[in-house]
C-alpha cells in the first residue's frame, strides 16, 4: 500500500497561479505513475493530468498550456503547477498513485478560485 498526502490548496483569485504538492509514503518504491483529479460540487471526478515514473505526461484536454505535471521520483513527490485559475477550476483536487492496477487516492486538498 501506498499513503498520500496533498499540500498546497487554497484561495485565489482568476488568474492566480497555486502549486500543489503530493507527498507518497510506503510501498513507493512500487509506483508506475502518478497524478491529479478534481472533484467539483455535485460533479464527478474528472481526471486532470497523469505522470509516468519516466516522465511521460497526459492532461486532460481542459488543462493543456494551464497546468504543469512533475515529479521527483527521488522525493517520491508529484506536483501540479496552476496558472491562469479560473473560477470553474474550483474543486477538491486529489492525489493518486498507480500500483499496477491499483491506484491509491489521497484524502484532498480544496482549490478555491473566487472573484
Known amino acids: 500500500q501506498v499513503q498520500l498526502v496533498e499540500s498546497g490548496g487554497g484561495l485565489v483569485q482568476p488568474g492566480g497561479s497555486l502549486r500543489l504538492s503530493c507527498v507518497a509514503s510506503?510501498?513507493?518504491?512500487?509506483?508506475?505513475?502518478m497524478g491529479w483529479a478534481r472533484q467539483a460540487p455535485g460533479k464527478q471526478r474528472e481526471l486532470v493530468a497523469r505522470i509516468t515514473s519516466g516522465g511521460s505526461t497526459n492532461y486532460a484536454d481542459s488543462m493543456v498550456g494551464r497546468f504543469t505535471i512533475s515529479i521527483d521520483n527521488a522525493k517520491n513527490t508529484v506536483y501540479l503547477q496552476m496558472n491562469s485559475l479560473k473560477p470553474e477550476d474550483t474543486a477538491v483536487y486529489y492525489c493518486f498513485a498507480d500500483l499496477g492496477r491499483v491506484r491509491s487516492w489521497g484524502p484532498g486538498t480544496q482549490v478555491t478560485v473566487y472573484s
Open positions: 510506503g510501498s513507493s518504491t512500487s509506483i508506475n505513475a
